[in-house]
């Protein structure tokens, strides 16, 4: 990575702390583009994470997003352009792989799917980084919590969120295969979740709250400072030490459930997406869709489904 590249990267992920409080701050600044992670956003989120496990001028990390959405998922035409490219290509920057004398898998070969896939189950991708956190994690939920924002969602120890607020994952809708479905399974309930998978449709932050996915709900005018109160409280608890044994308890219980299983059974899923078949008229990212606009295919497959099925929230507030 070049020193203009990881300028750039900084300034579309901030990150900073406050050693009286030991409260710790990262916040997506990509606002045009919804919050989106680019590949060097999301790798520079995984250090980051990092970072603040062993800083011991942190205790607690805040995760939000600038603007008027936490995210609506990860960059796709960035990852379209680079396998456009090249499946190598897309490795290449993934693995922050520069070396030439790396042969990678061939094309069509199982493990040229299955190296990506299983990469979003490693915590260097930044995927489920945030499963490992040591200390204590709260996410700040505002606009969409689409997509890789809601692996993050799940992932964390406590979610705030403004009353405005749509979580789900555009796989159940449009794009994906197997994205992380055994942590939102554990963290929402079986029952609610086949909702959200079979339908495709977003849940309200009320509804979120109703799964216990969701930890307060506010108006957005409150969020802030509603983040800063449990913040704030969770900064003055037990010791860090402590802590981070309390977090060690949580995440045996969520290994006993099979967490990390699932992190390899969706990599399996996801590596294994290429088979899938489209019924009919389906709507599946290829280079044609990319070609024509993701965003006009996106809005004509949302108005397929009643307002407050969609995606969107301009076509959730139409009336048809």
Not at 92 to 102: A, N, P
Not at 160 to 177: E, K, Q
Not at 224 to 234: F, Q, R
Request: with cysteine; hydrophobic share 40%.
């Amino acid at each position: 990575m070049t020193d203009n590249s990881k300028s750039s990267t900084q300034e579309v992920l901030l990150y900073e702390k406050d050693p009286v409080t030991r409260i710790a701050t990262i916040t997506f600044n990509r606002p045009e583009q919804l919050n989106a992670p680019t590949i060097a956003m999301r790798l520079r989120y995984a250090r980051l994470l990092d970072q603040a496990n062993v800083d011991d001028e942190v205790k607690v990390l805040v995760i939000r997003g600038a603007g008027r959405d936490f995210g609506s998922g990860a960059d796709l035409p960035e990852l379209a352009a680079l396998m456009a490219e090249s499946p190598d290509a897309a490795l290449r920057e993934e693995l922050s792989m520069d070396d030439e004398d790396v042969k990678f898998p061939p094309r069509r070969s199982y493990r040229a799917g299955a190296t990506l896939g299983q990469w979003y189950a490693d915590p260097r991708s930044g995927c489920r980084t945030l499963q490992d956190f040591k200390k204590i994690s709260i996410v700040e939920v505002k606009g969409y919590c689409y997509g890789w924002h809601f692996y993050q969602a799940a992932d964390a120890d406590l979610v705030i969120a403004s009353d405005d607020a749509l979580f789900g994952h555009p796989a159940f809708r449009y794009v994906g295969w197997g994205p992380r479905m055994w942590a939102w399974a554990m963290m929402m309930g079986i029952r609610k979740f086949q909702e959200m998978v079979f339908t495709g449709r977003p849940f309200s932050a009320r509804e979120m709250y109703d799964c216990n996915f969701v930890n307060s709900v506010v108006p957005r005018a409150d969020l802030e400072a509603e983040v800063s109160k449990y913040a704030s409280a969770c900064s003055r608890s037990r010791p860090t030490d402590a802590v981070v044994m309390q977090k060690a308890f949580f995440q045996m219980m969520k290994q006993f459930q099979g967490e990390y299983m699932g992190s390899l059974l969706s990599a399996f899923l996801e590596s294994m997406g290429g088979r899938v078949r489209p019924d009919g008229e389906d709507l599946m990212l290829g280079d044609d869709v990319y070609d024509s606009g993701l965003n006009n295919a996106v809005k004509i497959n949302d108005h397929l489904f009643p307002p407050e099925f969609r995606l969107s929230k301009s076509g959730r507030n139409e009336t048809d």
